[in-house]
Structure formats: structure tokens, C-alpha cells
């Protein structure tokens, strides 16, 4: 079945370092990919968004890559920073023309100082 | 400024008395849908909406009930709440134009406890 999943529930990483994100996808079918970020207390914010017929897209201190052959994504953000730990979401919007959006499970993102 | 607006965000109440949470968005979008989202389970579609009059259930629907009489409201509707329905909800809302890629505006979330 459709199904969006990240490979780990939290990362925990060092002021300045970078950080990677995983999601494993498994609807072949989706030809469009979004990630999203939830601080405490928020409804989830658009970060940055892929279509299937590129690789990789690159926006201020984020970047996507998607791997269709193995159907894996991942969010990059460069120069951590504390207003960086939130949880991150994939979501992709599956097969047929509904507008939905399936979402992972999430991923939480600690910034040491 | 383009916002998704839910009210309340917060509510307590009590199993069975029936509960309505607004949602308004002021972007002109055909698309909008409800969330929850649970601890450990991510967040997952009640109903979702692709225009005015055009409503149908997403994977958790059982308990909830929804109206599109207008095109930038989209309440949902508790008839009779059940614990199980305590939850953080958030409604969404997006462009249809392409369909199948589009992204999504979020609420701030409704923080719904039903004892």
C-alpha cells in the first residue's frame, strides 16, 4: 500500500553541522514530493518542494534530492541552526488526482549549542 | 497575508456533545482537507474537499462529518465525540490546478480533548 516513511524518528546534531533527513517512499506513481517543517505549537510549514522529473532542487539552506530508482528523498540543511529543531515531514501525493498528500511519520531534529 | 485560520485551538468537552471546529482560508483554493495527527502515527486525513459541494472521505473519516457550502470554509464537524477522538487536528488547504502536485497551507491546529 501507499505508505511514506523516515528512516529515523530523531536526529540529533551540533550547531553548524549539517543535516540530513531521510524518507523512503513506496508509491511509484507519485510524481511529487514535499517537505515539510512542525516547530512545537504549529501546523507543519512548506520547506521545499520536488517534481519526479528532477533530481535535486536547491533553496536557502535546504536542499532535496530524490532517488526515484530506489524511491528515497532527502532534506539537506546546511549551517545548522537552533531554529532548526523542529519535526520534518515528507509527504508525496501518491497515485490519482484527489490533491492528497500522504505524510511519514516524521522526523525530529535536535540542535545542540 | 495568505492563512488557513482553525477555531478554537484549543477545546475540552465532553463525550457526546456534538462540536463543530471552523476552518476559513483566505487564498482562493479549491482544495482543503482535515488532518489528525497522533502521537506515533503521523498525520492522517479525515475528509478532504476538491471544491464547493464536492466532499469525500480520506483514511479516517469514521466519526467526523464535513461541509463545503462555501468555498474558503470548511468546518468539521464531531456529532458525537468519543475519547478516541482526542487528537490535534489541522485543516489544509492548497490549489487544484495541477492536481496531483500542489503544496498544502496548514491551520495552526485545534488541540481537541474529549473526556
Known amino acids: 500500500g501507499e505508505s511514506v516513511g523516515l528512516h529515523l524518528p530523531t536526529l540529533s546534531v551540533q550547531e553548524g553541522d549539517n543535516s540530513i533527513i531521510n524518507c523512503a517512499y513506496s508509491n511509484s506513481a507519485s510524481d511529487y514530493f514535499i517537505w515539510y517543517k512542525q516547530e512545537s505549537g504549529k501546523g507543519p510549514q512548506f520547506i521545499i518542494d520536488?517534481?519526479?522529473?528532477?533530481d535535486k532542487r536547491q533553496g536557502q539552506r535546504v536542499t532535496v534530492l530524490l532517488n526515484k530508482t530506489v524511491k528515497h528523498l532527502s532534506l539537506q540543511i546546511a549551517a545548522t541552526q537552533p531554529g532548526d529543531s523542529a519535526v520534518y515531514f515528507c509527504?508525496?501525493?501518491?497515485?490519482?488526482?484527489?490533491?492528497?498528500?500522504?505524510f511519514g511519520q516524521g522526523t525530529t531534529l535536535q540542535v545542540k549549542p | 497575508e495568505a492563512q488557513v485560520t482553525q477555531n478554537p485551538r484549543y477545546l475540552i468537552t465532553v463525550t457526546g456533545k456534538k462540536l463543530t471546529v471552523t476552518c476559513s482560508q483566505n487564498m482562493n483554493h479549491e482544495y482543503m482537507s482535515w488532518y489528525r495527527q497522533d502521537p506515533g502515527l503521523g498525520l492522517r486525513q479525515i475528509y478532504y474537499?476538491?471544491?464547493?459541494?464536492?466532499?469525500d472521505k480520506g483514511d479516517v473519516p469514521e466519526g467526523y462529518k464535513v461541509s463545503r457550502k462555501e468555498k474558503r470554509n470548511f468546518p468539521l464537524i464531531l456529532e458525537s465525540p468519543s475519547p478516541n477522538q482526542t487528537s490535534l487536528y489541522f485543516c489544509a488547504s492548497s490549489f487544484l490546478a495541477r492536481a496531483r502536485g500542489t503544496e498544502a497551507f496548514f491551520g495552526q491546529g485545534t488541540r481537541l480533548t474529549v473526556v
Open positions: 474537499s476538491m471544491n464547493v459541494e464536492v466532499t
Open positions: 509527504a508525496e501525493n501518491g497515485s490519482g488526482n484527489t490533491g492528497k498528500l500522504i
Open positions: 520536488i517534481r519526479s522529473n528532477m
